[in-house]
């Protein structure tokens, strides 16, 4: 007779139904849909003139986008090394990456200057990072949630 429990894992054992490349790009792209929705309340907060929430909500932009990043990162590198090795085996994800990493990595970079200019009150260089940001950050959330496959 067979038995109704669940297996049971043994150490070491990896869980190779959840943790696949096109899974972890859907929750990179929630996570990136979510703090864009961040932002753009930052943004609400800033036109109407309330830039101590402005800043409180960059902040939290600010942490957020770090942990996915981090994250991701841990999971890529540490956890499964070969979780993302699909993009390399097809020309047109190769390049949907490349584009991506063209937006995403210098708005990575760009994030942490704006923070601090903003909450050091550099004024101007906090609004020209500010620009450069946005535009960096229209271009990873374009590639990101649509140019990225999470379906393999």
Known sequence: MASSSPRIRQSGE?????????????????????????????LIALARG?????????????????????????????VDPDLFQYFDADPALRKALAIHLCFSLPSTAVMPLMLFTGLTHRRRLHLTLAVIFGLLWVGTFVTGVFFLPHRS
Do not use: Q, W
């Open 50 to 78: 309330n830039y101590r929430l402005h800043g409180r909500i960059n902040v939290a932009f600010f942490v957020l986008t770090v942990s996915a990043l981090i994250g991701l990162e841990v999971v890529a590198r540490l």
């Open 14 to 42: 990896r869980c190779r139904g959840v943790l696949t490349g096109p899974n972890v790009i859907l929750v990179l792209k929630i996570a990136v849909v979510t703090v864009t929705a961040l932002f753009l309340t930052s």
